[in-house]
């Protein structure tokens, strides 16, 4: 069964072996290969007798650890005895044991000679690995150290501590691939990269956990996440890599909006977030990967800008970048999508040309919506609490300012909330009151919650409202359009964006 194994091995760990083997059930609904951590038991010997039975009655490939607490793992027990626990896993039907190689070069040539006869009389290979709790460093020197070994397995984890981490691992499953059967991973968020494109790159297999809180390592993703969302067990050397960069990152909605599009329109691609601290970080991982493009947050929107070889008029003129390409040159070509998330939904409902326009807020988000909406024809005013930052945008927009206390006294065609008011957990609720409503129409860039207290009050008073999820959705299937060249599947990416935001309250 090694010989072909599935790409995703789900790790089960447990305080109880009852509480184990109820786990390892759950995982069989859409896995077949497991992790058993017996080291995570008080009594890993205690677990043996279940683990036998339950893989006589389940058609599963097993991976049997019990890793030592000086090595990082929890078993307190000495090196006999962990020897003793794997030997015996593998005789309950455990096709692999994982040993770490600080055990493997502890034991005495004849002490691990003995054991590695004994597991193949038992029909089981073995793994051994090497973990870097810390930091990503001379992991070609690591791969040697277990080589030495000759296992059937050579298994490197480092930690992600930058994008460009993953690299390093990368390159190390590319390169010896061919040769031996290896593993490597980069622990931590930073490391998703290489949890999922591991075997993409070659590696036997990739580890992920039963679900939320359940993980055995920092950064491992839940089994249902690496298929449904990442799809990690059907990349291949031909799918498009894509990601959304920032920190923090790990809640954007954007992988779940842009690979639902991609299977909708049954495109070799998938997107990943990436945290990232730095912008040269980022390159460092788009151009050696290669990447095929990139969504970027702030501040790399604006630090982005001096790498690009081509820009749109869009990023020239509002000097933000959100959204990259990657060139078949291997350089950077920078749009802006925040233009068209705010555009679209707008002209669908109203005539831009001539409207009246008042956008709240000064930041990045409003230089989107003014710029792009003066470019429409719209007269924008440009609303702030500090005036002086809503004078300097509207004078580069060639947009007009208006004092806040003045609102009141003005009709709009259209008020568009660009401040954090209302979003979830804000200590602001509204940008405005209710007095200061005077308009047709309502548009609120926050998505969360999806009816913000300033949607809430525009309805009550029979106003028109657009929501933040449908400038989420339309900038992205603007970015959609520039990576595939494709028409985006729009009601898709909105539903499942919606289903989510629901979900999470």
């Not at 831009?352 to 990045?364: P, S």
């Not at 230089?367 to 005036?387: K, S, Y």
Request: charge should be positive; include cysteine; charged fraction near 25%.
């Amino acid at each position: 069964m090694t010989s072909r194994l599935p790409k995703i091995c789900v790790a089960i760990q447990a305080n109880t072996p009852a509480e184990m083997f109820s786990r390892a059930a759950l995982a069989l609904k859409d896995a077949r290969f497991l992790e058993f951590r017996l080291d995570s038991l008080a009594s890993p010997t205690s677990a043996l007798p279940r683990l036998k039975r339950f893989l006589a009655e389940h058609n599963v490939t097993a991976i049997a650890t019990c890793r030592r607490k000086p090595n990082s793992g929890s078993f307190t027990g000495s090196l006999d005895e962990e020897l003793s626990i794997l030997l015996k896993a593998a005789r309950a039907g455990c096709q692999i044991v994982d040993l770490e190689i600080e055990s493997a070069e502890e034991a005495a040539p004849a002490q691990l000679e003995n054991f590695r006869g004994a597991l193949r009389k038992a029909g089981a290979q073995l793994i051994v690995s090497f973990h870097d709790f810390s930091r990503t460093r001379a992991v070609e020197r690591a791969a040697d150290r277990i080589a030495s070994f000759a296992p059937d397995f050579v298994k490197v984890v480092a930690t992600a501590q930058t994008l460009s981490d993953n690299l390093a691992v990368l390159r190390l499953v590319e390169d010896r691939s061919a040769s031996s059967r290896i593993l490597g991973i980069a622990m931590g968020e930073e490391g998703l990269v290489s949890r999922v494109l591991g075997p993409r790159a070659g590696g036997a297999f990739t580890f992920a956990s039963l679900g939320d809180g359940t993980e055995t390592a920092p950064g491992q993703v839940t089994a249902k996440t690496m298929r449904a969302l990442y799809s990690a067990h059907n990349l291949n050397s031909e799918t498009r890599i894509f990601g959304v960069a920032g920190n923090p990152i790990a809640h954007s909605l954007s992988p779940l909006m842009h690979n639902t599009a991609f299977k909708r329109e049954a495109l070799n691609a998938v997107l990943l977030p990436l945290k990232t601290r730095t912008v040269q970080d980022l390159l460092n991982l788009m151009l050696e990967l290669p990447m095929a493009g990139a969504a970027v947050t702030m501040p790399l929107k604006q630090e982005v800008m001096p790498h690009l070889a081509a820009m749109d008029a869009l990023v020239e003129r509002i000097g933000a970048c959100n959204t990259l390409r990657v060139g078949g040159d291997l350089k950077l070509h920078g749009y802006n999508t925040d233009v068209a998330g705010v555009v679209r939904p707008l002209e669908r409902r109203i005539k831009l040309k001539g409207a009246r326009i008042a956008v709240l807020g000064a930041g990045g988000a409003a230089h989107a919506a003014v710029f792009g909406l003066v470019d429409q024809g719209a007269e924008v005013f440009v609303i702030n609490r500090t005036h002086e930052n809503a004078v300097a945008l509207a004078r580069s927009a060639k947009a007009k300012a208006l004092k806040h206390e003045q609102l009141a006294r003005h009709h709009f065609d259209a008020i568009i909330n660009s401040t954090p008011c209302g979003m979830k957990d804000s200590k602001q609720a509204l940008p405005v009151s209710e007095n200061e409503l005077n308009t047709n129409l309502v548009f609120d860039m926050v998505y969360n919650p999806l009816e913000t207290p300033l949607l809430k009050l525009a309805k009550s008073r029979g106003i028109a409202t657009i929501s933040g999820l449908e400038m989420f959705v339309q900038q992205g299937a603007r970015q959609f359009e520039i990576w595939t060249g494709k028409t985006p599947p729009e009601d898709e990416m909105r539903r499942v964006v919606e289903r989510e935001l629901k979900r999470r309250g």
